[in-house]
């Protein structure tokens, strides 16, 4: 038996060259990896001399040989293969081991295009594509964590079809990736990132139990190790519609740096916010927003989860909770709680992927767009409108309620005050309409909306938003702008006394 193996990635190769020559197996190698193993004492014969045939252009060309892709491709079972290969001299090579030139690495560390050219690995995909092509008869490996599962089943006979068909289904992921991501680089380098094709690849997770309903399959992938790095289960398993909720809540709550800030979110819309001085404060304001939708909602808490304010989210029913870092006292606070899920993501605060794009399907594709976000100039550069001028106070609830509002579903209004979220109207067909619902909400709730700041993530096309703010005390407005009734709009400010700003930056989230 007779195995190639040529790796960039060098962790474990040793072990598992060393592995197959014990069990017999010729080794094959070229490079540095042929170079390594024989550092380390194990019997490898270099592919050139195998070939018979010099490496050429600096490497370029030196797996691309009849030798090799005809000692992968033939079939062992065929007669005719067989005696083609015995007229032609070409032994058998029954184990491909690759894993590819690291291009990712390589634009990451320069923007050399000559340096990253020669880092995309030509003899690697065609290695891996013919050994999976071919997997009845060839094992092709591809990840570092299959090394001793192989070896495993070497020594006991038990490399069946099944296990031969999950490493050739993993070959061509890896190589479908690998296109991918130089495909997508090149966009990005020569076309600003919106090419002829995008490609969206991520490796998984975990599956959820379903989808969004019972009858769905459902599973979380990831980019770039995100979740792997930065999500770990403390209690219970994380849903679909968990995950999405978290998304939220994690994107709202990272929102204000290292601020004390907590979220609550229900179906991917805030229903409470606040920034306090801790965060034990903040919760406590950001539920008095809506503790009705709270209940069965998803926390997000840029800290620490400590004893007491596990005991102070213990009082109502959440169902998922993600916070920076959790103690175990307040981890034990819980323990009874059998639906309850905490997350951490072992850090003092919360991080977030910050991907660059942004999808959303659509029936028959999807379409794709750079990724919204509140730009830190936004508020800084935002023009008064009126003749009133917003206090300290205020414009520092302004920055609150304008960021919630770019997180939630349009049409959308949200009201701050002292640093929380003490309305919000979302998902309404009418602005006006969300307006209304926001202050109706506040009412129910006993709260005072007097003297707080009300924030709209796409300009009022009408004054009749600014009437409803006066009435129940609203000080300061902050809009885009960009209606062609804006003079109406600064008008009724300036008849109510109302502070009004305009960003100039609309903020629509469907």
Not at 201 to 220: C, M, W
Not at 234 to 257: R, V, Y
Not at 432 to 461: N, Q
Request: with cysteine; aromatic share 10%; glycine share 8%.
């Amino acid at each position: 038996m007779r195995a190639l193996i040529s790796v960039s990635d060098k962790d474990g190769i040793v072990e598992f060259a060393s592995g197959l020559a014990g069990l017999g197996w010729e080794i094959l190698s070229t490079g540095g990896t042929y170079k390594l193993l024989k550092e380390n004492g194990i019997n490898a014969t270099e592919v050139s001399e195998y070939t018979a045939s010099p490496e050429m252009f600096e490497g370029r060309v030196k797996t691309l040989h009849p030798k090799i892709h005809g000692g992968i491709l033939h079939k062992r079972d065929d007669a005719n293969h067989m005696a083609q290969a015995a007229a032609n001299g070409i032994g058998g090579i029954d184990l491909v081991c690759v894993n590819l030139y690291p291009f990712k690495q390589t634009t990451i560390r320069t923007d050399d295009f000559d340096e990253i050219i020669e880092n995309i690995d030509i003899g690697g995909p065609a290695m891996l594509r013919s050994a999976a092509k071919n997997f009845k008869d060839v094992l092709v490996v591809t990840d570092i964590l299959d090394y001793d599962e192989i070896l495993t089943r070497l020594k006991e006979g038990r490399v069946d079809v099944d296990f031969r068909q999950s490493l050739m289904i993993k070959a061509y992921e890896h190589t479908a990736a690998y296109d991918a991501m130089i495909a997508n680089y090149m966009n990005e380098r020569f076309n600003g990132g919106f090419g002829a094709s995008k490609f969206i690849i991520g490796s998984k997770v975990f599956d959820t139990r379903y989808g969004e309903n019972p009858h769905q399959k459902g599973a979380l992938y990831e980019f770039e190790y995100f979740f792997t790095n930065n999500f770990r289960a403390l209690k219970g398993e994380a849903s679909f519609n968990n995950l999405t909720d978290i998304n939220g809540a994690l994107m709202l709550a990272t929102s204000f740096d290292e601020a004390p800030a907590v979220a609550i979110i229900k179906h991917a819309n805030p229903c409470g916010f606040a920034v306090k001085s801790t965060l034990l404060e903040s919760y406590t304001e950001a539920l008095k927003c809506d503790p009705i939708s709270a209940y069965g909602g998803v926390v997000a808490i840029n800290g620490t989860l400590d004893k007491a304010l596990a005991e102070k989210i213990n009082e109502i029913y959440v169902e998922v909770i993600l916070a920076a870092n959790v103690t175990d006292e307040a981890l034990a606070v819980f323990e009874a709680k059998k639906r309850i899920k905490i997350f951490t993501q072992d850090n003092k605060f919360l991080v977030r992927a910050n991907d660059k794009y942004d999808f959303r399907r659509v029936d028959g594709g999807f379409v794709y767009q750079e990724r919204d976000e509140v730009k830190d100039d936004e508020l800084k550069n935002m023009k008064q409108m009126g003749k009133i001028s917003a206090t300290n106070e205020q414009l520092k609830d302004a920055d609150i309620a304008w960021k919630v509002a770019a997180l939630t579903k349009s049409n959308c209004v949200v009201y701050a005050k002292n640093g929380a979220v003490v309305a919000i109207g979302m998902g309404m067909t009418s602005r006006v309409d969300a307006a209304r619902a926001a202050v109706a909400k506040a009412k129910d709730m006993g709260l005072d909306l007097s003297g707080c700041v009300l924030a709209s993530e796409a300009f009022f096309p009408f004054r009749d938003s600014i009437d409803i703010a006066n009435e129940v005390g609203v000080k300061c407005v902050i809009e885009p702008g960009g209606s062609i009734r804006d003079d109406e709009v600064i008008k009724a400010a300036n008849e109510h006394k109302i502070a009004l700003y305009f960003t100039g930056v609309r903020h629509f989230l469907h």
